[in-house]
């Protein structure tokens, strides 16, 4: 309520970059601040015990988690977890800092409670993220979500020695390991989404050593289902823990933001509701192929307890939400768990 009459105005008026950047700032400072976060807690606060759920040797309170993207850079998890919820996914961070595609590069489809990115995978780096979380105190898993620094020269073998170095200081501090072979919004495309690499990828990282945390998968939105087949098989050899679907779409069809807006936009990943259906379809693919064996986190297009609901029907274990936040504000977590129970 206090959100859509008061925040979310303030927030709409600056640009959807800025608006995040005041968000993740506000966030931050709950953080730091005991007053804050029980103010957090008392409005946002819902716990039940029907709602804890036990995957890959960890245990969350609820089933409802921030997805990646949202807090790139490990500035803000004492905040989420204030807000109520049940995981918190860092990043993606990459071996190198990267400041990312030069802006406007995140711009909202209000008609389609949607927005489109093209960040580009900027953050501080794998070293100073992994130090600021290396002190915090957290109750509720924490997982975080490496990808390739975004640099086309970074190619072949040190394309795998790039994740790696991020991989092996992830290791030190995540409750589990997201790999993201599905950005869509690097110069070189999406080349671990390529079945020979992928493999070589999960080769080079040896997910399946002792001392390695829990290690998912996440895939695009835009994988077929052949596709999508090859790269699980793969995975499955590679004994991963579970996977995330999905990551965002380049595909525009069917919006209703008009074509014109479009095509000023220009390239990047969308999010949101648009996306809900089409990720639904692959959580349902992924539920097919590995059944209840491993664990799927369902993200894309969450923004209601109803399209929670539909993801959990599709095969999703655990959930996460992103552009559902910047239309309904943090009380949609809330209303998601009350809807659980
Ligand atoms: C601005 C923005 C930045 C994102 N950055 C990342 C990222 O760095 N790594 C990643 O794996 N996913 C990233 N995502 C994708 C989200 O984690 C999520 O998979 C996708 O947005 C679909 O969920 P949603 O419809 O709830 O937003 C980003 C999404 C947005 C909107």
């Not at 997201?178 to 079945?195: A, R, Y």
């Amino acid at each position: 309520m206090l959100y859509k009459s008061l925040a979310k105005p303030f927030l709409f008026q600056k640009d959807a970059e800025s608006a995040h950047k005041f968000a993740v700032k506000l966030a931050s400072k709950t953080s730091t601040s005991t007053f804050l976060q029980n103010s957090a807690k008392l409005v946002y606060g819902f716990e039940h015990p029907s709602l804890k759920k036990e995957f890959f040797g960890l245990t969350f309170p609820n089933p409802v988690g921030l997805a990646a993207g949202f807090d790139k850079n490990g500035e803000t998890p004492i905040a989420m977890q204030a807000l109520g919820f049940g995981f918190v996914e860092i990043g993606s961070i990459t071996a190198k800092a990267s400041e990312g595609n030069s802006k406007p590069r995140a711009f909202r489809l209000p008609k389609d409670h949607s927005l489109i990115n093209r960040m580009g995978l900027n953050n501080h780096g794998a070293e100073a993220v992994i130090k600021r979380l290396s002190s915090l105190k957290l109750n509720i898993p924490l997982g975080i979500n490496i990808a390739k620094t975004n640099n086309p020269d970074i190619h072949g073998e040190a394309a795998i020695q790039d994740y790696l170095y991020s991989y092996e200081l992830a290791n030190s501090v995540a409750d589990y390991i997201t790999i993201n072979i599905s950005c869509p919004n690097t110069g070189e495309g999406k080349t671990f989404e390529d079945p020979d690499a992928l493999e070589a990828l999960l080769n080079g990282l040896e997910i399946h050593k002792n001392n390695r945390k829990p290690t998912l998968v996440k895939f695009s939105v835009d994988t077929n289902k052949p596709t999508l087949e090859v790269l699980v098989e793969i995975c499955e050899k590679h004994n991963v823990a579970g996977y995330i679907a999905t990551n965002t779409s380049s595909n525009r069809e069917r919006l209703l933001t008009s074509e014109e807006k479009l095509q000023e936009i220009g390239n990047g990943g969308l999010s949101g509701r648009a996306i809900a259906k089409s990720s639904n379809q692959i959580v349902k693919w992924l539920f097919e192929m590995v059944k209840n064996e491993k664990p799927i986190i369902g993200v894309g297009g969450i923004d209601s307890p109803e399209s929670a609901l539909e993801k959990i029907e599709s095969g999703a274990s655990l959930i996460q939400v992103y552009t559902g936040l910047v239309y309904e504000g943090p009380g949609l977590v809330k209303e998601i768990k009350k809807a659980l129970v």
